[in-house]
């Protein structure tokens, strides 16, 4: 069975110039080029003392001024953080989570009083956080549907089956689709400012330009092009199951509706991790005189129709200020400080090292 | 293919000229079939053996787990893809491949022959003979099947074949008829012959046939002697007819070409191991992240329902968790990607051309290159321990010629000084008309000798003209040409015709020479064969005159034993001759005559003729009738043949054998032939300890021969051990504390070993008498079979093994083996002679079997191809006549030299290329891979990818395979120079030190700590993070981009790392690969891709929002600082702590170029101490005494000549007898030379003008240089030339004789210097001075420390730089 490789033609012991009318001798010598002959010019780099010594202090001398750098900005920018999941009984919010169901068509309100020990002088962004959130699970992550988010509108009435078991509700096509969009944060969080004298003042938040610039005006489209009745537009579909309103009543100005409701495409975006935070509104600062929130009492009014207490999950309220490398990040600042010791440290143990046992002084003297 | 086989055949029946009757026994036809697909099966059957391919059938089932959408975590397109590439790729090769084995089977099959159908001759193709046929062969005809000899043209039914495809050997044999059918004759006779064969089944035997013929009533026994074995040439013979007995398959050319192995490499077994225990890691990975995805989704999951409700089909959480194992194993697939396998033969592939082109690999002679015939093996070349060398065509060149010769105590035909131009070539043609106008001499003294009528010199030709068994053929007037059985022969009567002693035609009773233009027959009166016991030959003659005299060649042992008395004087001067021709590597004879008296002659031809009619015992009168008359001779001289070696195969063998690589010649030839050839090119020397002779009939003689050797070798090694005096010998004194060194050298055995034993125990100075402490307990009584193989690994001193292929039989059962190779293993060079083709590849098996080394075999003829085939990798020299060896091998090229090239230049440069690259590739998949596992304890276990799958997909076809590739293909750690140098650069490639196990588990370390630093950096630097306008950068999307590049960059500075030797091409590549994945990032997140497929690519956006972030580049850069550092500190430390030779190396040749001196010490000490091992040869003159009677001689000549058997009837007149016979076998062995080769064939004994040998620009035997071939540097040429000009200023004693042309003054000046002294130890206990220097160069190419103050001593001026440089270098 097994092919045997003895290859007869050869018995007869001659060379036979392989392929027809190759009778000629011609000859064969491989070219001499530098490539062939593997000597194309190299550079042969080698790890001396010379070369990985300075690396490692340059390494430390850059990180640690960065790290300092980052580390001051990162603990000029304010930020304060409110739980308001309502799990303890003395919270605000405790009753609104106990007594949460999905039908209940009177909006459970709490009110949450805070103190605000330090101006927020510039731009002060506002996010809710979730945790124990998986955003980033890998049911959920597919569970969307972008060709009918782009109006797709043959999407819109036959959505992709990724969005099962999202994709159909009671015959009707579900627009948005799909796991991500059906579990859309709801709450919605108003500000005040509790003036000395008393007076509860709103503080105006910013609902627009919160979304990446993609995302609104590339990846999320309505159907339908630019016509503005969306109501027609999504005749024949039928609101996600957790959702009070339909899509195209998510607000009322019609440039933040519908799919390209700036709330609905930051949920959109998918967090990495099981604890997030989103970009909610932003307050815009008025003028340079008057900080942005100045320090006082505010109280946080939370619509409470986002229900975490099934999974133990929390919900935060948080405002924030930003500085050029963004929020509040302490680590990295903390981390290019370390590095950067670390590499310099390193240096001077391997000049110790290379000082007292190294090799190479004896191998150089090869030459000599 | 799929032919169903016959039941095994017990005995085989054919009948003449009788188709149906052979039919019934199904015989295979002549029609050969390599192939292994036609147009209809190719597919199927293709992928069928792709699929057996375990990653292939792997990939596959994951393509197969990605079509569930529950499991399902990535698109089918990430296997599909690069799976569709391997297998596209594979079939184009295989397919290939079998096109031209298709083409060549239907070459052979469809040729010609004469078939003799229903009583007329018929032309027929190959494949149609059947058995039983009777063909017809002409002349220079192949064989086309194996064939009973039924009749020739010839006389007695004779006829002549040469074999060199079937066994190597090039000297005609002849075989003959059984005298019944050779009187058919003529096609009409033959178509009525209906005689039946019954005979043994095919078997692969080739010089064993045992049948019987019944033809009318009588049976007749046939032997070997009768057949005719496809392969075969016809030779010398007008046309002969015979019956086909085995055709096809059965033949025994088939039979013994082995079956096609599937060669691995040990890194291919490794590779595999460790694939195997990936995927174990793997399962594991699994399982653990299953088990984590069922206690999340119970504790978690469930309650996350009323989010992300479970799927359909998932209705617990046992379920889930089973879905999520094989999703697992679907995205951490990539640990083992299937572009690992595509990459390692691309690698390959590249190695390969870059042997095919490599310059100095080619022979300019032959117009061949060096060619990788196997892609697959590059990086075993860099951990051969094992060669295996055929003889006759690989070590040498198979051509004699007459080089030296001493007469009545005169040396001729050394030529004086070889600084001087070569002298020119003596002209014979104006003194000679008949001389040989190829035929090369230099030493004019000879001729005005032979001129001047100088009578010892006139009877010195006229026996080499008169004493031999060659046939002459005069085509025309003058033009001679001689059949010689054996090229020494033939070199010696070229030589006594040149020199006016011109053999023009012999008679069963005469010869007929021209003695300087006077034509004289003689009458033969007898001829005293040869054989391998007399080991002489002679011939009894009456002049014309009337006077009788016997004429006697043979080997000087033999012959000066029955000299007169008289000559005692003349024999020593003679004897001191052969001893330096012996030296030389020179097969030598010595000559003599004896005059007889007509009462002398006619006594003894009567003992003669009662001796020749016995019945029993006829050898051994015989025998004892030719000792009678062979006595009292009159001593002539001595002649030198050189068995021209192959350019520079004593340098490459010591270049080898410094590389630790141990060398075993396996060739047919005789013993002698062997064993001289092992002296000519220093495999052996006489400064050996001892040189053992295996040659036992019997399993019981070769079993105590085996165990007598391996005592005596303890025993001496202990002897060394107690009485070495310090330092001198030291370096053999080999300790038994083998175990006891570690340095990851141990093991090392050989000189190799030898060197680094020094350096444990250093003998202590000045203390001669104590032995080294750690010595073993002082005698144990003779060893029974307990030897411990560590024993015998640290046996010292230098041993050789000769090794009979009778004997060999009984050490290759499978009791003996392990003895077998415990000693031949503790041997420096061992040599098989007289072996088979299938005992060669037995060997090969049994090394391979027992020791756990690489094995190379090296041959040319059809004769090694079992060997070629079995060993790891095997070598074809190509370029000569054969080229079935190069066929079964692996590569090939034209000289054995270019060995050293192949396996210390290419093969570590691929070992290391190969093992880097694999270290990198494995690095990078875990790193790239296990970022998964970790991102899995944060998603709920649920499979979901870290990065986008286009970044999965492309990952490892684009993004990271340039870089590495190029390294795997062009990296270099020293120049090419170097490695020739420093042969133990070649060690870590044969102790496995590059990649191992253990090198593995670093990796995959290194990988993993990579994968955490790059998902938890991110992680904590991300999770809180966000962009300058506010929005969290916490998003998948941004988390993957900047996980993806930050592992692209840290994977690109690492290769970068890896990377030593950085051409344009790597630089293209990695700032390529760097350039593509941003390019492609940015592609794939544009706009425009986005409109048109809405649902394939999800990340619009994300890189440029992600990239436009300072905090992801910082983020990216604090990674790769975390994840090169301490490599970088690690990589520094073992440079700066423990460097490898290697580094050592190269950081010289960096601090060389820096500083651009001219510093040529250090390799003009490697290479001075080289030269002395080759100028060692020269050195201690032993008691060995190497005679080369006619070593391809055969017996039984004689008998022909003197029966007439073998002259044509009508080539006895003389008149007729150069008309005959226009192409005669010569003509065309010469036609096809010079076709081929540009060579003279060397049966007629002319000389061959190899260029570089004759003119001696690079004597191949002497000059470093040539060890060490061309290096650039202008400092290392300098180098070169001094030490021999140093010792010839030490020399003091000038020189008695002149060197042989091939050595220059240095060498012999050498010798005086040093041969005192060996001289006078021939013992084998002290290996004289040249061992000495020998070891020394060992010792500063192996050893490290403490060299300096033993060799200080040293008068060689080779050494002490050397030891200097060693040390140095430390």
């Avoid at chain 1, 959505?159 to 509700?169: D, G, I, Q, V, W």
């Avoid at chain 1, 009707?172 to 579990?183: E, Q, R, T, V, W």
């Avoid at chain 1, 990040?329 to 590499?343: D, K, Q």
């Avoid at chain 2, 190779?821 to 090394?847: D, W």
Wanted: proline share 6%; glycine share 8%.
């Amino acid at each position: 069975m097994m092919a045997s490789s003895y290859n007869a033609k050869d018995e007869d012991g001659h060379i036979t110039v392989s392929g027809p009318g190759g009778g000629t001798l011609k000859n064969k010598k491989p070219d001499n080029t530098a490539f062939k002959q593997q000597r194309l010019p190299a550079w042969q780099p080698i790890l001396t003392a010379g070369t990985v010594l300075p690396a490692f202090f340059i390494i430390g001398l850059i990180f640690i001024p960065i790290g300092i750098g980052l580390y001051v900005t990162s603990n000029n920018i304010k930020e304060l953080e409110i739980d308001y999941t309502g799990v303890d009984m003395s919270s605000p919010c405790f009753n609104c989570s106990q007594n949460f169901s999905w039908n209940s068509t009177r909006p459970c309100t709490c009110t949450i009083p805070f103190y605000l020990e330090q101006a927020f002088e510039s731009n002060v962004f506002m996010y809710y956080g979730l945790s124990n959130f998986y955003q980033n699970h890998r049911r959920y992550v597919k569970s969307r549907d972008d060709s009918q988010l782009n109006g797709d509108i043959e999407a819109l009435l036959n959505p992709s089956k990724e969005c099962e078991p999202y994709a159909r509700n009671e015959n009707k096509p579900i627009a948005p689709c799909g796991a991500i969009a059906n579990s859309m944060f709801n709450d919605t969080l108003e500000l005040f400012y509790i003036d000395p004298n008393g007076t509860k003042i709103q503080i105006p938040l910013m609902k627009k330009g919160i979304a990446w610039w993609t995302d609104k005006h590339v990846k999320f489209r309505n159907p339908g092009g630019n016509n503005p009745n969306l109501t027609a537009v999504f005749q024949g579909t039928t609101k996600p199951v957790n959702w009070r309103k339909p899509v195209y009543e998510l607000d009322t100005d019609s440039e933040n509706n519908g799919f390209i409701n700036e709330d609905f495409i930051v949920w959109m975006r998918t967090a990495a991790l099981p604890t997030f935070r989103k970009l909610y509104r932003i307050i815009q600062k008025k003028n340079s005189m008057i900080p942005t929130l100045p320090r006082g009492n505010y109280t946080l009014e939370v619509v409470y129709n986002y229900p975490v207490g099934s999974f133990e999950g929390r919900k935060r309220m948080i405002l924030s200020t930003i500085s050029w490398m963004g929020g509040k990040n302490p680590f990295l600042g903390i981390a290019y400080i370390t590095v950067g010791s670390i590499c310099f440290f390193l240096g001077v143990v391997l000049l110790i090292i290379h000082h007292k046992y190294g090799n190479r002084n004896n191998s150089a003297d090869i030459t000599n | 293919m799929f032919r169903k086989r016959p039941p095994p055949e017990e005995e085989r029946r054919v009948r003449a000229n009788d188709r149906e009757y052979n039919e019934k026994f199904q015989y295979a036809s002549n029609c050969i079939m390599t192939s292994k697909y036609n147009i209809i099966t190719f597919l199927p059957v293709n992928l069928f053996e792709q699929f057996q391919e375990v990653a292939n059938t792997y990939f596959l089932f994951l393509l197969i787990l990605q079509l569930i959408p529950q499991i399902s975590s990535l698109s089918w397109f990430t296997t599909i893809v690069p799976l569709a590439l391997v297998l596209s790729i594979t079939a184009v090769k295989d397919a290939t491949d079998d096109y031209f084995r298709h083409k060549s089977d239907n070459q052979v099959n469809n040729r010609q022959s004469q078939v003799l159908i229903r009583g007329s001759l018929q032309n027929e193709k190959w494949m149609n003979v059947r058995v039983g046929d009777i063909i017809k062969l002409e002349n220079n005809q192949f064989v086309a099947a194996d064939l009973l000899l039924l009749s020739s043209t010839e006389p007695h039914g004779l006829c002549y074949i040469e074999t060199a495809e079937l066994d190597g050997e090039t000297n005609m044999k002849v075989r003959q008829s059984v005298s019944v059918t050779s009187e058919l004759g003529d096609p009409n006779n033959l178509a009525t012959f209906d005689g039946e064969v019954v005979c043994e089944p095919p078997n692969n035997k080739l010089d064993r046939f045992c049948g019987t013929l019944y033809w009318r009533d009588s049976k007749y026994g046939l032997t070997n002697q009768n057949m005719l074995l496809r392969g075969c040439v016809l030779r010398n013979t007008e046309a002969c007819y015979g019956l086909v007995i085995f055709a096809g398959p059965d033949t025994k050319l088939m039979q013994n070409s082995g079956r096609t192995k599937f060669k691995r490499t040990s890194i291919d077994r490794l590779m595999n191991t460790l694939v195997l225990w990936i995927f174990g890691f793997l399962v594991c990975m699994g399982v653990i992240l299953a088990v984590g995805n069922a206690v999340w989704e119970r504790e978690v999951g469930s309650l996350f329902q009323s989010y992300l409700p479970w799927d359909p089909p998932v209705d617990n959480f046992l379920f889930s968790a089973f879905l999520s194992f094989w999703s697992y194993v679907i995205i951490l697939n990539t640990v083992v990607p299937i572009s690992l396998y595509v990459s390692v033969e691309v690698i390959r592939l590249g190695h390969s051309y870059f042997i095919n082109w490599d310059r100095q690999m080619f022979c300019s002679q032959f117009n061949t290159a060096a060619e990788a015939r196997t892609t697959t093996l590059n990086e075993e070349l860099g951990q051969v321990e094992y060669i295996f060398s055929d003889k006759t065509g690989t070590l040498t060149q198979n051509i004699m010629s007459f080089n030296k010769c001493s007469i009545n105590g005169q040396a001729y035909g050394e030529v004086t000084d070889p600084l001087e131009p070569p002298p020119k070539r003596l002209d014979f043609t104006p003194f000679n008309p008949l001389a040989d106008p190829d035929f090369c001499f230099y030493d004019d003294t000879l001729l005005e000798s032979v001129k001047v009528g100088d009578l010892h010199t006139h009877e010195f030709f006229r026996l080499l003209s008169l004493c031999h068994t060659v046939m002459s053929e005069e085509k025309s007037e003058g033009e001679l040409v001689y059949k010689a059985q054996s090229p020494d022969e033939g070199a010696l009567v070229t030589a006594a015709r040149n020199f006016g002693f011109v053999f023009r035609s012999r008679t069963p009773g005469t010869i007929t020479i021209t003695e300087m233009g006077r034509p004289v027959t003689y009458t033969l009166l007898a001829i005293l064969d040869f054989n391998n016991i007399r080991k002489r030959m002679s011939v009894i003659v009456r002049n014309p005159e009337g006077r009788i005299r016997l004429y006697c060649k043979g080997a000087d042992t033999l012959l000066f034993e029955r000299l007169h008395p008289c000559n005692q004087e003349l024999m020593n001067i003679t004897s001191d001759h052969l001893n330096e021709y012996a030296a030389d590597g020179l097969r030598t004879l010595a000559l003599a005559y004896r005059d007889l008296s007509e009462e002398e002659w006619e006594a003894w031809s009567e003992s003669h003729r009662c001796a020749g009619k016995a019945t029993d015992c006829r050898e051994d009168r015989l025998a004892a009738a030719y000792e009678q008359i062979e006595q009292d001779m009159m001593l002539l001289g001595a002649t030198a043949i050189e068995d021209k070696l192959q350019e520079g195969v004593p340098e490459t063998i010591a270049i080898l054998s410094l590389a630790n690589i141990k060398i075993w010649v396996l060739t047919g030839d005789k013993q002698e032939t062997a064993v001289n050839i092992g002296y000519s090119c220093k495999m052996l020397t006489d400064d050996m300890t001892e040189v053992f002779i295996i040659s036992g009939h019997t399993v019981q003689s070769v079993r105590q021969e085996l165990r007598r050797a391996r005592e005596r070798m303890i025993e001496v090694s202990r002897g060394r051990d107690g009485g070495k005096e310090g330092g001198v010998e030291g370096w053999e004194g080999a300790c038994y504390n083998g175990n006891g060194f570690g340095g990851g050298q141990a093991g090392a055995t050989g000189g190799g070993g030898g060197g680094e034993k020094q350096l444990q125990c250093p003998p202590p100075p000045g203390t001669p008498p104590p032995p080294p402490p750690p010595s073993p307990p002082p005698p144990l009584p003779p060893l029974p079979p307990q030897p411990p193989s560590t024993l015998m690994d640290n046996i010292s001193g230098e041993f050789a093994l000769v090794i009979n292929g009778h004997s060999l039989a009984h050490a290759l059962e499978a009791d003996m083996e392990a003895e077998f190779v415990l000693t031949a293993c503790a041997c420096k060079a061992v040599i098989c002679c007289r072996v088979t083709p299938l005992q060669k590849a037995l060997v090969v098996e049994l090394i391979k079997k027992h020791k756990k080394a690489v094995t190379l075999a090296i041959g040319d003829g059809a004769n090694d191809v079992s060997m070629i085939k079995s060993a790891h990798i095997g070598v074809g020299i190509s370029g000569q006549e054969g080229i079935q060896a190069v066929l079964a091998s692996d590569y090939s090229f034209s000289q054995f030299r270019f060995l050293q090239r192949l396996l210390l230049v290419h093969g570590r440069w691929s070992y290391l290329r190969m093992c880097r690259f694999l270290c990198y590739f494995f690095y990078k998949n875990f790193a790239f891979t296990m970022v998964h596992f970790w991102f899995g304890f944060f998603c709920g276990f649920s499979a979901q990818t870290v990065y986008d799958q286009y970044f999965i997909t492309l990952y490892n076809i684009v993004y990271t395979s340039l870089p590495v590739l190029a390294m795997g293909i062009f990296d270099q750690d020293v120049p090419e120079q170097r490695s020739l140098e420093y042969p133990k650069l070649y060690e870590p490639g044969q102790l496995n030190l590059l990649f191992n196990k253990r090198e593995f588990f670093i990796c995959i370390a290194q990988g993993i700590y990579t994968s955490v630093v790059l998902f938890f950096v991110p992680y904590a630097v991300l999770s809180d993070a966000t962009q300058s306008t506010g929005e969290p950068l916490a998003d998948y999307q941004t988390f993957a981009v900047t996980t993806a590049t930050a592992l692209v960059i840290v994977v690109s500075v690492q290769i970068a790392l890896d990377t030593g030797f950085w051409t344009v091409i790597n630089h293209v590549f990695v700032w390529g690969s760097l350039g593509c994945y941003f390019t492609i990032m940015f592609a794939m997140h544009s706009q425009t891709l986005f409109i048109i497929f809405p649902n394939q690519f999800h990340f619009v956006g994300s890189a440029q929002s992600t990239l436009l972030q300072p905090v992801v580049w910082l983020t990216i850069a604090l990674a790769t600082v975390i994840c090169i550092v301490p490599v970088l500190a690690f990589r520094f430390l073992k440079l700066d702590l423990k460097p490898q030779l290697s580094d050592t190396v190269r950081y010289t040749q960096l601090v060389r170029q820096k500083k651009r001196k001219p510093v040529g010490r250090s390799m003009g000490g490697v290479r001075g101490g080289v030269g002395s091992v080759s100028e060692g040869r020269l050195g201690a003159r032993g008691s060995s005494r190497r005679s080369g009677y006619a070593f391809a001689h055969q017996e039984g000549f004689g008998e022909l000549i003197t029966s007439g058997k073998n002259m044509r009837l009508s080539s006895l007149a003389l008149a007729t007898f150069a008309s005959r016979h226009s192409s005669s076998w010569i003509d065309t062995l010469r036609k096809k030379k010079h076709a081929h080769t540009h060579t003279p064939p060397s049966a007629s004994g002319e000389c061959s003008p190899a260029p570089s040998y004759v003119s001696g620009s690079v004597p191949p035997l002497s000059t470093s240089s040539s060890v060490l071939g061309g290096s650039q540097d202008t400092p290392v040429e300098e180098g070169t030339h001094t030490p021999p000009v140093q010792s010839a200023q030490v020399d003091p004693v000038p020189s008695t004789h002149t060197p042989p042309p091939s050595a220059p003054a240095s060498e012999a000046a050498c010798v005086d210097v040093v041969s005192p002294t060996s001289v006078r130890c021939p013992g084998g206990d002290s290996p004289g001075g040249w061992t000495l220097s020998l070891g020394m160069v060992q010792e500063a190419l192996f050893g490290w420390k403490g060299i300096a103050a033993r060799t200080s001593g040293s008068s060689s001026p080779g050494p002490p730089s050397v030891a200097k440089e060693t040390s140095n270098t430390e």
